[in-house]
């Protein structure tokens, strides 16, 4: 018994030295303080992941930034406070709350990072909807970790270690409904009380929206509030005065007019051909690198091009988009609408177009075309199955309906990418299966110059190799540089086949063919940058002009296009050939007289010049408000224009 009772108190004794070891603790009452700490100082970690060393410069950050915007980092700190008090007082363990609320805020952090180095915009709400297409990309692509990562996880590591110092909270369950549930409460209604209230915003906390340069707008207003304000503009508003009467005033003042281009064979053909074949091609990131500085390669990259320019109309087409965004390119060719109206990085094809949509497919089908709709991979990304039907295509080939077709470039895509030069014989077999007495209007889009870039992705003995370049381009974006440039010379390849064999058929044929966008090459901006090509900037003008080239088989006058705007490519294309169009095309043919484009901000001069984020001449508002007011009827409205859709 005694042995026994020993070893009770031993037992008891031992706890108590277990008990006088534990870690000191703060007082309970801490907990009110270190909230709001954490959210600030995580708050302030998600930016400098953001923004990276700009986070240290006085006057550009902390006053211009932070200082000049204080209200709307205050409502986003209130937030951020509110969603740590939600995870304390539903785990109620500080650690796991500052561990939440850091991925809360930082995991966006990081996605904003890469896709302002990527494609030169932030996270933004309704990037949620192309969630799938986005992970497939980013599997492909060669992400980094910057130092401000690794700086922004050493000081989240430092602030969980400190709340460990926090007492473990205890109560029962009413008091932990009531503890998690009133921050939750009071998180939803700042967003739907404060954020999404533009009176709110706007009135109150002076928080300006700014679409064009959501890179500004996150770095002057916060993550959190300039994510959530943007939610303001998912639902897009009808213009001023929009009624049918007025669309109609708009409408009614538009006519004929004299053909634009002077060598064009609407100003000097005989105008017997009325429903040519018109083949679009929309070539995957397709530019001349070429035309860097400095940089040279073992061979001609454009030959085909170089060939056929003395005998087509050539230009640059503006894009709105930069490192993706193929879809809403695709969608001004076809549709005439600016992404300039719409909110920043949405998808119309995801987003708006749900039913029959007026586009330039709907209305050549009124005029007795077929319709089809090429590309190389799965019908179901970016919504293409049901947007192409929507917009009046009668079939869509896509990678399921291909048998056997080339491939290469299987690095980052598993067994590669469809080829320039299959995309090419797609073409040519859809063309020569068509029905010989019914005009075809052909929409294909490729993919084999998609990102990302590495050497392996050719066997040494097919790549284009870089012979010189400039200092400060580094020798990892030169391997990357000579995959894409050798991906620029299967496009020419391509071109140059079509046009080879177009020349040989009867049947009038007109080929259009642009580039979507430009790409981030090996270190992000470096081959941009370095060569004084461009810029750090994804949104400089340099890298969103990328070439046009119309030619056909029936009219071999070189015309110089100057700069057009994506949404402008079908007006441009139908004034050189007299073909017909609806009302909104010609009101787009009117406003090249003003401007060549209006996109990201930028206006486009008709003599090439360039402004960016200037105010526009009345006469060039004036055009541009009837543009969205026809844009808006079409896309969102009640067709008043009365424009022809599938439906028809």
Known sequence: METIAKSKVGTRSSAHERVSVRRPMLPSWCHWLFGPLAAAIITLCATWIQIEDQIFQYQFFWVESLWWHRAAWFVGWVFLTLVYFFFLGLTN??????????????????????????????????????????????????????????????????????????????????????????????????????????????????????????????????????????????????????????????????????????????????????????????????????????????????????????????????????????????????????MEYLPSSCKPYVEYIHGPTASIA???????????????????????????????????????????????????????????????????????????????????????????????????????????????????TIGCLEDFATGVRETDAMWGMLTDYFDTVDEPVILVMWGDHYNPIGNGMNIYSATGYGSEDANDPRVHQTPLLIWSNYWKEPVDLGTVAAYQITTVTDDLYGLDQPAYFDLLREELDLYRARTLGTTVEPDGTYTRDAEMTPEQQEMYEKQWLLQYDLLFGKNYQDAPTVAD
């Not at 309906?401 to 590669?416: F, I, L, V």
């Open 93 to 338: 363990r500080a650690p796991v709350a500052t561990v939440c609320t850091s991925i809360f805020l930082c995991v966006p952090a990081v996605i904003c990072y890469y896709k302002l180095q990527l494609r030169g915009e932030p996270f933004l709400p309704w990037d949620f909807a192309q969630a799938s297409e986005a992970f497939d990309v980013a599997g492909k692509v060669n992400l980094w970790v910057t130092k401000s990562m690794c700086g922004a996880a050493v000081v989240l590591l430092l602030l969980t270690l400190i709340s460990c110092f926090l007492p473990r909270l205890r109560f029962g369950w009413v008091r932990w409904i009531v503890r998690s549930v009133v921050p939750l409460v009071g998180a939803i209604a700042m967003v739907f009380g404060v954020f999404l209230q533009q009176h709110v915003t706007q009135d109150i906390l002076y928080i300006s929206p700014d679409a064009w340069m959501q890179d500004r707008y996150y770095r002057n207003y916060s993550l959190v509030t300039a994510f959530f304000t943007n939610m303001q503009v998912m639902q897009v508003d009808a213009p001023e005065g929009y009624n049918a009467e007025h669309v109609q005033q708009v409408v009614n003042g538009t006519g004929d007019s004299e053909p634009y281009f002077a060598a064009s064979y609407a100003a000097k053909g005989d105008g017997t051909v009325k429903k040519p074949t018109v083949i679009y091609i929309q070539a995957e990131a397709f530019w001349d690198p070429s035309e860097v500085p400095g940089v040279t390669y073992d061979q001609e990259l454009t030959p085909n091009i170089q060939r056929t320019k003395s005998e087509m109309a050539y230009g640059k087409c503006y894009s709105p988009r930069f490192g993706g965004g193929t879809c809403d390119v695709e969608c001004e060719a076809l549709t005439g609408f600016s």
């Open 362 to 476: 709907s209305f050549r089908k009124t005029e007795g075309y077929d319709t089809l709709a090429i590309h190389g991979y799965y019908g179901k990304y970016w919504n293409r199955e049901e947007a192409y039907a929507d917009l009046g295509f009668d079939d869509f080939i896509s990678l399921e309906d291909m048998t056997d077709p080339e491939r290469k470039r299987p690095c980052d895509w598993e067994g590669g990418l469809v080829t320039e030069a299959e995309t090419g014989r797609q073409i040519i077999s859809a063309f020569e299966n068509k029905d010989a007495d019914t005009p075809l209007f052909m929409h294909a889009v490729t993919i084999q110059n998609h990102l990302a870039y590495t050497p392996e992705n050719y066997p040494d003995s097919e790549r284009v190799h870089v012979t010189s370049a400039p200092e400060g381009v580094t020798d990892y």
